[in-house]
């Protein structure tokens, strides 16, 4: 089992920046590959950026240059951030962390991120 806990989402102004992370605990011996994924109402979930453990960053050509994904270990849990800077409104969305291991792919809870005009 692993353990996914999402923070930071929240109201923005367009223009604006918020940073949003995610802790990943619990059996993450064979984790490969952890990413954010979004989900904006009435539309399917999409990748937002997705990282390799072992090396590599992939982006939706939508939030390139804008979004800026890491990665950080502390004893035995991996964060996962993502620095989100000239946000749009149509970044509005729940935004999804996801792990990648031997078994399977397991997803946090989801944090609304909300972009005003």
């Known amino acids: 089992q692993v353990q996914l806990v999402e923070s930071g989402g929240g109201l923005v102004q367009a223009g604006g920046s918020l940073r949003l992370s995610c802790a990943a605990s619990?059996?993450?011996?064979?984790?490969?590959?952890m990413g954010w994924y979004r989900q904006a109402q009435g539309k399917e979930r999409e990748l937002v950026a997705f990282?390799?453990?072992?090396?590599?960053?992939?982006?939706a050509d939508s939030v390139k240059g804008r979004f800026t994904a890491s990665r950080d270990t502390a004893k035995s849990t991996m964060y996962l951030q993502m620095q989100m800077n000239s946000l749009k409104p149509e970044d509005t969305a729940v935004y999804y962390c996801s792990a990648d291991v031997n078994t399977g792919r397991y997803w946090g809870q989801g944090t609304q991120v909300t972009v005003s005009s």
């Open positions: 619990g059996n993450i011996v064979t984790l490969s590959a």
């Open positions: 990282i390799r453990i072992g090396g590599g960053t992939i982006y």
